[in-house]
């Protein structure tokens, strides 16, 4: 139905001669852009977005050039430093001894553990707690190590299968 009302009324306006002759001096009043006008501001918008988008292009193909040149000088200098230190040091350098000074037990343990690639166990969550003020020597044995630290009264490290196990021994009572 409503077709139908669309095509009776453009029917009627093909008919009406005085309707078609008001929409044509309408058309005519309005002001008219030459018929060229959108082909001119797009060529000179596309014209200059080639030119914009060249010009980056070159700043960014120069900026990666630039970069790769100066990142490949400086990566080859340090390589040849890096040989030239290995060659010259005929041993690893010596780790120095480190001082605990009021440490908890396990941040201790957690150190030396890493450095002699072992895991630790607590039998019981007493001793983590436990504050030290000790010095560990990397070069000496790790049993060196575990006996300084079973000197203290109450606890007892020990150093089976890849884990050190600590467990909290009974204290002596005194007379």
Known sequence: MKQDSTNDTERLRYQ???LRRAIQRRQQRAPQL???????????????????????GFIIIS??????YF???????????????????????TPAPVHF??????????VVARHEHRAVSYHSETPRSLRFTIT?????????????????????LTDARDTIFVEETAKESQP
């Open 136 to 156: 560990w020597n990397p070069d000496q044995s790790l049993a060196d190590f575990l006996a300084t630290v079973n000197e203290f009264e109450g606890l007892r």
């Open 101 to 110: 000074s009021n440490a908890r037990l396990d941040s201790i343990l957690t």
């Open 63 to 68: 900026g990666l050039a630039f970069a790769a």
């Open 16 to 18: 009406d001669v005085n």
């Open 34 to 56: 030459p018929a060229d006008f959108s082909l001119h501001s797009r060529k000179h918008v596309t014209r200059w977005h080639r030119m914009a988008a060249a010009f980056i």
């Open 71 to 93: 990142l490949q000088d400086h990566s080859g200098q340090v390589r040849e430093n890096v040989v030239e230190a290995i060659h010259s040091t005929p041993h690893a350098p």
